[in-house]
């Protein structure tokens, strides 16, 4: 028996949480579940549910040094949902009380309040501190409102938490440094791009490994080149990592895409921050300091700090405001199923086989290759977002749905109708041949808008526009490109709309 329970959730690993806080350590247990479910709630990639439970068992290792008693149910207790291995532990521990940081997904909370509910025990659900706002303060923000920015929700921020700030003003007398950080490599290439920190996997990890094959093996994706920081020690020395070797490029290059270059500049740190192996203050701490120290330039502190201390919290405030309404959205009316390659790489598109066999090989690709490729596609293909959603949710390794759901549905998709993003992000081909050297690999021509050859993002691009004109003409931000939709002579656009009918057709068959 155990007076207070404590369940530390798969994403919840770090080291001061709210929940062991305000517990007896003498007089609690700490409860963390393994469930085959959570794997197949959305189909994940091998890399993905080895990444959890890895750190996962790293985390309970770490516990009972510190002298926690620690109840750690393995997959082979059989719970096939987080809420039975909790109803189960409840009643063989019989405690007073279940202490739980706030989760990261509805439906994990909703578990947690029904175990504890059905088995007569008081819940104590705690603020997350890992975040900068809490969810309340979030909505505060909100409140009033007419749209979200998140631009000025990124300004309060900075003025808040004074980062970035000079005697009241944005470093550089700019509070957004964006336009800056859109380069591309041009024809030579990126040239020696310094490799991220990758860790060799230990014996802990080894076990996980072998045991991930052996169970997920119909999952999706490859465990070969697993390297992923599994340890709060691991994912510090990856951030100082990301910040010596790749920090002062990571702004130029951040939209950059290079064939057989799936690391290049980015930092590989969200998968250990949204585990909670690392700190968002540690990371933009040490960003900022690198700037200060004349390491890294200015626009390249300010797009990372951009994207932890504006863009993470914002999204994260969105999901907890608009759940969980928010999942069902479905702005377009898209039902088209997902094509077989989303899980196998085998399209003879060469900027969607590179993204995807990335992915499948990694369990990662960088936010241009999920946004303006897959998302992109997905969009003008007129995917269903929810299968779109769940897809992303399962083969990212850094994916928990708070940060996920928002991203995809929202600022990929559209199909939020403008909650997340104030246009939706569709391009043509020739964006992709800007910022990337796929076109160069494949059989499409990117200047082609129709005809043998013409690049399937054209035709989809055009057709798109066409099929959502008057929703879109009602978009100040996509003014522009209804007009040059209107340009397009009758005649051709019936011609690309006939060609994109019978993409999309040959899609559905594969």
């Known amino acids: 028996m155990a007076r207070e329970l404590v369940l530390v959730l798969g994403d919840q690993l770090e080291r001061h949480s709210p929940a062991l806080t305000a517990a007896a350590r003498d007089d609690a247990v700490v409860l963390m579940i ?28 770490a516990l009972r040094d510190a002298g926690w008693s620690v109840d750690y149910q393995s997959l082979d207790a059989g719970h096939d949902s987080l809420q039975a291995g909790l109803a189960d532990a409840i009643a063989r521990h019989r405690p007073t009380r279940v202490h739980v940081v706030e989760a990261g997904e509805w439906r994990v909370q909703a578990m947690v309040e029904a175990a504890c509910r059905g088995a007569g025990v008081a819940l104590e659900v705690h603020d ?6 809490r969810r309340e303060e979030f909505a505060d923000w909100a409140r009033g409102r007419k749209q979200l920015v998140m ?3 990124y300004r309060d921020m900075r003025k808040r938490f004074d980062v970035l700030m000079e005697d009241g003003k944005p470093a550089g007398d700019e509070w957004n440094f964006d336009r800056a950080n859109r380069g591309s490599f041009g024809r030579k290439g990126p040239g020696a791009v310094p490799a991220p920190r990758r860790f060799e996997p230990d014996a802990i990890t080894r076990a996980v490994l072998e045991e991930v094959a052996a169970r997920f093996g119909d999952h999706p994706g490859a465990l070969e080149s697993f390297a992923w920081p599994v340890t709060r020690e691991q994912a510090a020395a990856a951030l100082e990592d990301f910040v010596v070797q790749r920090l002062p490029l990571f702004g130029r290059y951040q939209d950059a895409m290079w064939q057989g270059e799936p690391w290049l500049y980015h930092a590989h740190i969200a998968a250990a921050m949204n585990l ?15 700037w200060r120290s004349g390491h890294a330039p200015l626009e390249a502190v300010e797009g990372f700090v951009r994207q932890v201390l504006g863009w993470r919290e914002f ?53 241009i290759q999920r946004l303006m490729v897959i998302g992109n596609f997905s969009l003008l293909a007129g995917l269903d977002p929810r299968a779109v959603c769940d897809w992303f949710l399962g083969i990212y390794v850094d994916a928990v749905e708070w940060v996920e759901l928002p991203n995809t549905l929202g600022m990929a998709l559209h199909a939020d109708g403008g909650i997340v993003g104030t246009k939706p992000y569709v391009a043509s081909g020739a964006y ?38 008057e929703q879109l003409a009602a978009n100040p931000r996509m003014g522009l490109a209804v007009k040059n939709l209107e340009r397009i ?8 709309r006939a060609e994109a009918a019978v993409f999309l057709a040959q899609l559905e068959a594969r």
């Open 276 to 290: 909670k192996l690392l700190d968002p203050r540690d990371a933009v701490a040490a960003a900022v300091e690198a």
């Open 128 to 133: 997350d501190t890992h975040f900068y706002c």
């Open 315 to 367: 999204i994260r405030g969105v999901y907890w405001l608009e759940m969980p309404d928010y999942a069902e959205h479905n702005h377009f009316d898209h039902e088209r199923p997902l094509p077989e390659f989303f899980w196998n790489a085998a399209t003879d598109l060469n900027c969607l086989r590179q993204c995807f066999g990335d992915t499948l090989e990694n369990g990662y690709a960088h936010h």
């Open 489 to 496: 002579g009758q005649d051709e656009l019936a011609r690309i």
């Open 151 to 153: 631009e000025f929700f």
């Open 432 to 469: 992709i041949k800007r910022m990337s050297n796929y076109c160069a690999g494949c059989r499409y021509a990117p200047n082609k808008r129709s005809g043998e050859g013409a690049c399937p993002f054209n035709l989809l691009y055009w057709d798109f526009l066409a099929r959502h004109r």
């Open 34 to 61: 393994e469930s085959a479910g959570e794997a197949e709630h959305a189909w994940s990639h091998k890399q993905r549910i080895a990444l959890f439970l890895a750190a996962m068992r790293h985390h309970a290792e």
